[in-house]
């Protein structure tokens, strides 16, 4: 026989005991939004729907009678023997998407969608960047926070490298200061410091002429013959060559996700045999090798076609050399030294960066011929770049293996032990700066108990101002750089104009023996693109020097320690991708009746001849180029972006205790003073804090004393 709940149970059907039970949720939930409601009345927030009418001790009863609503609710189900339906729903899930609709919100505060309630000043378009920007900056931390897993990333990261015999020790009080005290703002410095600290490879750019023996040179430091001999390689993507283990290639693109694959598929990107004009779309290669050379942190990158650009001048070289610790400049032992590999050595010279001078193919020189070509080789570099190198003659061949050897050993090797400890040196710096600026925020939370003077007040507000604007900056160099590469794109027509105008203007000076018509073509054509590419360039340069300027300025304003080097900013810009120079033959021939036609009429044959010479592989590739162009600038203005906020939210914290503040119970007040005087007695030692850290000119100083 059924019990009593069983047999009542039997009138409710299945629908029913659903609807009971969906009414009891309903019930929870507008149960939910009283309590919202009281905990409205009571929060911080900036916008309160609510006036505060009940007082605490009402507020407990009313708590109390949800309480009893929510007990019976559970009893009835329980009665009825209706489960009671498990969260499904992770909280953190509710949050990101949340935060989505946040960040949806502050996107259409841009000016782009403002301009649709009316017109806008310049300023105020510059500004509504700035809040944008912060908005989502802010709140893209806050979903980067939750999906890294509440906070423990930056506590294993830090134990990771502690075991990896790395003394961070100051930096692991710093974090769980800041971790304990809701210091948000400073946990992109620590891992921006982190992020430093684990990446520990020195990286050595290879640069030569097509056909120097770059790739079979790499091959035979690595022991490998992973890397095509014998191809033109294409233009504009670096192959850059790490440890790993197990052998692979990561492949990146500029549209479509990166692909990890086997070794033996390199050539189909890395070449122009199989990747003619990179009409693949590659943007890098990555190729982890075990070789035991680049144990410990090593990587090589080979750099194909940057002499090609050298000839235009140091200055414009320097911004398609890539971020490395050392350029290895190689000359073909059968060929002489040029005006491309001197432009090449003073342009890494200029970017601090050491030079290494190989003769490659040594093996077809005999002892004396060998003496006599490096003994030129470093005489030229002397008086050409005013630089005293040492020249290292090597061989790929198994016979002569004992000169790539020498040079390895005694000259990569302790380079890169010189480069960890000018990481370390560094490193200590960002750390006791960190803690500086971490130790005023706890001195700041301290002298909340007195009110902020009116000049700390417009200080504060100063800097806030400032870093909007700043931030508002950003965005508009990013838009801007996005039209110059979308006009650069559409200019091709005016360069072949250009180019057609020069030609006529030269036939007509100096008949057809003196003008070579492919020739002037390519180059006008190369020099308006590279025209192009020095506008874009300069913006970017422009941002970098602004973002520093600003925020140096801000620290000052605000009593800060932690400040930007003078080159932070700048150095980030590296890496633009190589335009090369035209290569295909172009047969131009002058217009027979040119005088009849009359100069106009024939400058737009020529144009349509030579435009009808330029084939279809050749437009593909500059679509893919300008795509390339595209994608490094929204890179470096993202890396200049991150950066900066690695400082700015710590001065924008600093800026709003000022302004506003918030209480603290006595109780955390207490911790704060603990935490404090914890930070104070870990001040590194006064000779410790004036360390100033050597530039990679002092490793090329290191090179020219083994010379």
Same mark, same amino acid.
């Given at each position: 026989?059924?019990?009593?709940?069983?047999?009542?149970?039997?009138?409710?059907?299945?629908?029913?005991?659903?609807?009971?039970?969906?009414?009891?949720?309903?019930?929870?939930?507008?149960?939910?939004?009283?309590?919202?409601?009281?905990?409205?009345?009571?929060?911080?927030?900036?916008?309160?729907?609510?006036?505060?009418?009940?007082?605490?001790?009402?507020?407990? &009863?009313?708590?109390?009678?949800?309480?009893?609503?929510?007990?019976?609710?559970?009893?009835?189900?329980?009665?009825?023997?209706?489960?009671?339906?498990?969260?499904?729903?992770?909280?953190?899930?509710?949050?990101?998407?949340?935060?989505?609709?946040?960040?949806?919100?502050?996107?259409?505060?841009? %000016?782009?969608?403002?301009?649709?309630?009316?017109?806008?000043?310049?300023?105020?378009?510059?500004?509504?960047?700035?809040?944008?920007?912060?908005?989502?900056?802010?709140?893209?931390?806050?979903?980067?926070?939750?999906?890294?897993?509440?906070?423990?990333?930056?506590?294993?990261?830090?134990?990771?490298?502690?075991?990896?015999?790395?003394?961070?020790?100051?930096?692991?009080?710093?974090?769980?200061?800041?971790?304990?005290?809701?210091?948000?703002?400073?946990?992109?410095?620590?891992?921006?410091?982190?992020?430093?600290?684990?990446?520990?490879?020195?990286?050595?750019?290879?640069?030569?002429?097509?056909?120097?023996?770059?790739?079979?040179?790499?091959?035979?430091?690595?022991?490998?013959?992973?890397? %095509?001999?014998?191809?033109?390689?294409?233009?504009?993507?670096?192959?850059?060559?790490?440890?790993?283990?197990?052998?692979?290639?990561?492949?990146?693109?500029?549209?479509?996700?990166?692909?990890?694959?086997?070794?033996?598929?390199?050539?189909?990107?890395?070449?122009?045999?199989?990747?003619?004009?990179?009409?693949?779309?590659?943007?890098?290669?990555?190729?982890?090798?075990?070789?035991?050379?680049?144990?410990?942190?090593?990587?090589?990158?080979?750099?194909?076609?940057?002499?090609?650009?050298?000839?235009?001048?140091?200055?414009?070289?320097?911004?398609?050399?890539?971020?490395?610790?050392?350029?290895?400049?190689?000359?073909?032992?059968?060929?002489?030294? &040029?005006?491309?590999?001197?432009?090449?050595?003073?342009?890494?010279?200029?970017?601090?960066?050491?030079?290494?001078?190989?003769?490659?193919?040594?093996?077809?020189?005999?002892?004396?011929?060998?003496?006599?070509?490096?003994?030129?080789?470093?005489?030229?570099?002397?008086?050409?770049?005013?630089?005293?190198?040492?020249?290292?003659?090597?061989?790929?061949?198994?016979?002569?293996?004992?000169?790539?050897?020498?040079?390895?050993?005694?000259?990569?090797?302790?380079?890169?032990?010189?480069?960890?400890?000018?990481?370390?040196?560094?490193?200590?710096?960002?750390?006791?700066?960190?803690?500086?600026?971490?130790?005023?925020?706890?001195?700041?939370?301290?002298?909340?108990?007195?009110?902020?003077?009116?000049?700390?007040?417009?200080?504060?507000?100063?800097?806030?101002?400032?870093?909007?604007?700043?931030?508002?900056?950003?965005?508009?160099?990013?838009?801007?750089?996005?039209?110059?590469?979308?006009?650069?794109?559409?200019?091709? %027509?005016?360069?072949?104009?250009?180019?057609?105008?020069?030609?006529?203007?030269?036939?007509?000076?100096?008949?057809?023996?003196?003008?070579?018509?492919?020739?002037?073509?390519?180059?006008?054509?190369?020099?308006?693109?590279?025209?192009?590419?020095?506008?874009?360039?300069?913006?970017?340069?422009?941002?970098?020097?602004?973002?520093?300027?600003?925020?140096?300025?801000?620290?000052?304003?605000?009593?800060?320690?932690?400040?930007?080097?003078?080159?932070?900013?700048?150095?980030?810009?590296?890496? &633009?991708?190589?335009?090369? &120079?035209?290569?295909?033959?172009?047969?131009?021939?002058?217009?027979?009746?040119?005088?009849?036609?009359?100069?106009?009429?024939?400058?737009?044959?020529?144009?349509?001849?030579?435009?009808?010479?330029?084939?279809?592989?050749?437009?593909?590739?500059?679509?893919?180029?300008?795509?390339?162009?595209?994608?490094?600038?929204?890179?470096?203005?993202?890396?200049?972006?991150?950066?900066?906020?690695?400082?700015?939210?710590?001065?924008?914290?600093?800026?709003?205790?000022?302004?506003?503040?918030?209480?603290?119970?006595?109780?955390?007040?207490?911790?704060?003073?603990?935490?404090?005087?914890?930070?104070?007695?870990?001040?590194?030692?006064?000779?410790?804090?004036?360390?100033?850290?050597?530039?990679?000119?002092?490793?090329?100083?290191?090179?020219?004393?083994?010379?």
């Amino acid at each position: 026989m059924s019990s009593e709940p069983d047999g009542f149970r039997e009138h409710l059907n299945p629908n029913q005991a659903n609807r009971l039970r969906v009414t009891c949720q309903y019930i929870d939930k507008l149960l939910g939004e009283i309590e919202d409601v009281l905990n409205t009345t009571t929060s911080k927030a900036a916008f309160p729907r609510y006036s505060p009418d009940i007082a605490p001790a009402q507020r407990r &009863t009313i708590e109390d009678y949800i309480a009893r609503v929510r007990a019976q609710l559970l009893r009835v189900l329980d009665g009825q023997h209706i489960a009671r339906e498990k969260p499904s729903i992770p909280a953190s899930r509710a949050i990101h998407v949340t935060l989505g609709a946040i960040d949806i919100a502050a996107e259409e505060l841009k %000016p782009g969608y403002m301009r649709g309630y009316g017109d806008l000043p310049e300023r105020v378009a510059t500004e509504l960047n700035g809040i944008a920007a912060e908005l989502m900056s802010l709140i893209g931390r806050f979903d980067l926070y939750l999906s890294e897993g509440i906070g423990e990333d930056l506590r294993i990261r830090l134990a990771r490298l502690e075991q990896a015999g790395n003394d961070l020790q100051l930096l692991e009080k710093i974090e769980s200061t800041v971790r304990q005290r809701g210091l948000v703002e400073f946990r992109p410095a620590i891992a921006t410091i982190l992020d430093r600290a684990e990446d520990r490879s020195f990286e050595i750019a290879v640069f030569g002429r097509v056909s120097s023996g770059k790739s079979s040179l790499l091959n035979a430091i690595l022991g490998t013959d992973v890397l %095509p001999v014998g191809v033109t390689p294409i233009t504009a993507v670096p192959t850059r060559i790490t440890h790993a283990e197990t052998p692979f290639l990561t492949v990146s693109f500029s549209e479509g996700p990166t692909k990890r694959l086997e070794i033996s598929h390199l050539r189909e990107f890395a070449t122009e045999q199989e990747n003619p004009g990179n009409r693949k779309h590659v943007t890098r290669l990555v190729v982890a090798l075990s070789s035991p050379r680049l144990r410990g942190g090593v990587a090589f990158v080979d750099t194909p076609g940057l002499g090609s650009l050298a000839t235009s001048g140091a200055a414009e070289t320097l911004a398609y050399l890539p971020k490395c610790d050392l350029g290895v400049v190689l000359i073909d032992a059968g060929s002489t030294l &040029t005006a491309e590999d001197l432009q090449t050595i003073i342009a890494l010279q200029q970017a601090a960066i050491p030079v290494n001078v190989l003769l490659s193919k040594a093996d077809v020189l005999g002892p004396d011929d060998r003496s006599r070509i490096i003994h030129y080789v470093k005489e030229h570099i002397a008086s050409e770049c005013n630089l005293d190198l040492p020249v290292h003659p090597v061989s790929v061949l198994p016979s002569c293996k004992q000169m790539l050897d020498e040079w390895f050993e005694n000259q990569i090797v302790p380079l890169y032990a010189r480069s960890q400890e000018l990481r370390a040196a560094s490193q200590r710096r960002k750390i006791g700066a960190l803690r500086e600026s971490v130790v005023a925020a706890l001195e700041a939370r301290l002298r909340k108990r007195e009110p902020a003077s009116a000049e700390s007040k417009e200080k504060a507000r100063a800097a806030e101002d400032l870093l909007r604007k700043t931030t508002g900056q950003i965005e508009e160099t990013r838009s801007l750089c996005g039209r110059l590469v979308q006009e650069a794109s559409a200019g091709l %027509p005016e360069a072949i104009d250009k180019a057609a105008k020069r030609l006529l203007d030269s036939w007509s000076k100096g008949g057809d023996t003196e003008v070579k018509p492919g020739q002037l073509v390519r180059d006008s054509i190369t020099d308006s693109v590279q025209s192009h590419i020095r506008k874009l360039q300069l913006q970017i340069s422009r941002l970098a020097a602004r973002l520093g300027d600003d925020l140096r300025q801000c620290a000052e304003t605000l009593g800060l320690p932690d400040v930007p080097g003078e080159g932070e900013f700048r150095s980030v810009i590296r890496g &633009t991708p190589v335009f090369e &120079t035209m290569t295909s033959p172009l047969v131009v021939s002058r217009p027979v009746i040119a005088g009849l036609l009359g100069h106009r009429m024939a400058e737009r044959r020529l144009a349509a001849q030579i435009s009808r010479q330029l084939d279809q592989p050749f437009y593909t590739a500059m679509e893919a180029y300008w795509e390339l162009l595209r994608a490094w600038a929204d890179s470096v203005i993202a890396q200049l972006r991150a950066k900066f906020e690695t400082y700015a939210e710590s001065y924008r914290a600093q800026a709003e205790q000022k302004l506003r503040g918030r209480e603290f119970a006595e109780e955390e007040l207490d911790g704060v003073e603990k935490d404090l005087a914890g930070l104070k007695a870990s001040a590194p030692p006064q000779n410790a804090r004036r360390e100033i850290e050597p530039t990679r000119r002092d490793a090329t100083a290191e090179i020219s004393k083994r010379a």
